[in-house]
T-cell receptor
Framework: EAQVTQNPRYLITVTGKKLTVTCSQN?????MSWYRQDPGLGLRQIYYSMNVEVTDKGDVPEGYKVSRKEKRNFPLILESPSPNQTSLYFC??????????FGNGTRLTVT | EDQVTQSPEALRLQEGESSSLNCSYT??????LFWYRQDPGKGPEFLFT???AGEEKEKERLKATLTKKESFLHITAPKPEDSATYLCAVQANQGGKLIFGQGTELSVKP
């Protein structure tokens, strides 16, 4: 089944403790992206990748890192999480200029 | 500045009561407008892409239309299973970034 898989689905952590949210797609998509979704603010792009080893900042990249060493994987790294990074995170992928396929989200709470 | 505004924020309908959701946009050159459905606890699911004014797409009880300034998602004789948040997004020619609206939360009561 074609899908975007994120792990974990839920994560509670403390301020400053490094964490990684994994994202994997099995559709051979070149394009991958991370979004955060907050009430009243909608979906905002954090980082995106046009292809392997090519990444770029979205609208809200501060406090996040990504890497794209393989086509299928696009992990999101929070080196030192803070409470304002508490949010619902979505990974998405697509072929160029095609509709995005989204994962089912990771709900992160930073205390 | 490229912008997408959806209205209303929330819409409550009785089963069978047809209505429309609005997505107004300003973008410097539209490459495409996308409609997504998002159920609670899940990621957005693609519904339609519209590329040019006058274009229409249909799927079951949903019909999406596009003008130069806005898109409508018409829901005909909705059922409770149509309850979800509907998201609109536009992609500009320049840069190709997707800009999402804040969504319309639709509730259909039996």
């Amino acid at each position: 089944e074609a899908q975007v898989t994120q792990n974990p689905r839920y994560l509670i952590t403390v301020t400053g403790k490094k964490l990684t949210v994994t994202c994997s797609q099995n559709m051979n998509h070149e394009y991958m992206s991370w979004y955060r979704q907050d009430p009243g603010l909608g979906l905002r792009q954090i980082y995106y990748s046009m292809n392997v080893e090519v990444t770029d900042k979205g609208d809200v990249p501060e406090g996040y890192k990504v890497s794209r060493k393989e086509k299928r994987n696009f992990p999101l790294i929070l080196e030192s999480p803070s409470p304002n990074q508490t949010s619902l995170y979505f990974c998405a992928s697509s072929f160029k200029n095609s509709p995005l396929h989204f994962g089912n989200g990771t709900r992160l709470t930073v205390t | 500045e490229d912008q997408v505004t959806q209205s209303p924020e929330a819409l409550r309908l009785q089963e069978g009561e047809s209505s429309s959701l609005n997505c107004s946009y300003t973008v410097s050159g539209l490459r495409g407008l996308f409609w997504y459905r998002q159920d609670p606890g899940k990621g957005p699911e693609f519904l339609f892409t519209l590329y040019s004014a006058g274009e229409e797409k249909e799927k079951e009880r949903l019909k999406a239309t596009l003008t130069k300034k806005e898109s409508f998602l018409h829901i005909t004789a909705p059922k409770p299973e149509d309850s979800a948040t509907y998201l609109c997004a536009v992609q500009a020619n320049q840069g190709g970034k997707l800009i999402f609206g804040q969504g319309t939360e639709l509730s259909v009561k039996p």
